[in-house]
T-cell receptor, first 120, second 111 residues
C-alpha cells in the first residue's frame, strides 16, 4: 500500500514569508508525528497528533510554528515569518498507535520522504 | 532529558569488513531502542529494534543487543557490502513514543 507522502518535496522561500508543508499519513494510522532534520543532525521531534488533537507539541521551537490535523488524516505544518535557521528537512511519520485500545506497547513509525525547506 | 550518543563518522570500510557503530543512551525510563538507516536519496527506514533489556534486534545481516548495564546498543555486521553505504541513526523511544535520534553516522563501503 501507499506509504507516507509529503508535499512539496522541496520548498524555497524568502526570509519572512509564510510556508505550509503537507503530510499524508498511511491510511488508517491514527498517530502522526512531525520531525525536523537539520544538516548533519538527526531528526528532532516537533509535534505528535493522536487523531485530530495535538497530544504533544513540546518540540515546536517557538510560536512561529503551528500544525493542524483537522480531520484526523492529513496534517499541515505551518511556519510564519520564516528565518534562515528554519532551513531543514521536515519529516512526517505515522503509526497505528491508539491509546484507547489495548495492544502492543510499541508501534512502528513510518517516515515520509521529507520536505526540504530552504529559506533565503 | 533522554539522549543518544553515537560515534561520529564518516566511517569508511572495504567490502566484507566487519562493522561496529557504537551507540550509548541516557534515559530515565525503560526505552525501546532502534537503528534507522537513510540510504542516499531515500527516506528514513527502521533497520532493527529492541524493546527490552537483552533483546537482540536483527535485520539484513545487522545486529544490535540492548545492554541495560552499559546503556548501549551497538550496531554490528559481519561482512559489509557496498549497498550498505548510508547514514545510520541510533534512536530511542520512551512511553510517550517521540523518537530521540543520535546525530547519525555516515558509512562508506569501498568495493
Amino acid at each position: 500500500g501507499a506509504g507516507v507522502s509529503q508535499t512539496p518535496s522541496n520548498k524555497v522561500t524568502e526570509k519572512g514569508k509564510y510556508v505550509e508543508l503537507r503530510c499524508d499519513p498511511i491510511s488508517g494510522h491514527t498517530a502522526l508525528y512531525w520531525y525536523r532534520q537539520s544538516l548533519g543532525q538527526g531528526p528532532e521531534f516537533l509535534i505528535y497528533f493522536q487523531g485530530t488533537g495535538a497530544a504533544d507539541d513540546s518540540g515546536l521551537p517557538n510560536d512561529r510554528f503551528f500544525a493542524v490535523r483537522p480531520e484526523g488524516s492529513v496534517s499541515t505544518l505551518k511556519i510564519q515569518r520564516t528565518e534562515r535557521g528554519d532551513s531543514a528537512v521536515y519529516l512526517c511519520a505515522s503509526s497505528l498507535k491508539n491509546p484507547g485500545l489495548a495492544g502492543a506497547l510499541y508501534y512502528e513509525q513510518y517516515f515520509g520522504p521529507g520536505t526540504r525547506l530552504t529559506v533565503t | 532529558g533522554d539522549s543518544v550518543t553515537q560515534m561520529e563518522g564518516p566511517v569508511t570500510l572495504s567490502e566484507e569488513a566487519f562493522l561496529t557503530i557504537n551507540c550509548t543512551y541516557t534515559a530515565t525510563g525503560y526505552p525501546s531502542l532502534f537503528w534507522y538507516v537513510q540510504y542516499p536519496g531515500e527516506g528514513l527506514q527502521l533497520l532493527l529494534k529492541a524493546t527490552k533489556a537483552d533483546d537482540k534486534g536483527s535485520n539484513k545481516g545487522f545486529e544490535a543487543t540492548y545492554r541495560k548495564e552499559t546503556t548501549s546498543f551497538h550496531l554490528e555486521k559481519g561482512s559489509v557490502q557496498v549497498s550498505d553505504s548510508a547514514v545510520y541513526f541510533c534512536a530511542l523511544s520512551d512511553r510517550d513514543d517521540k523518537i530521540i535520534f543520535g546525530k547519525g553516522t555516515r558509512l562508506h563501503i569501498l568495493p
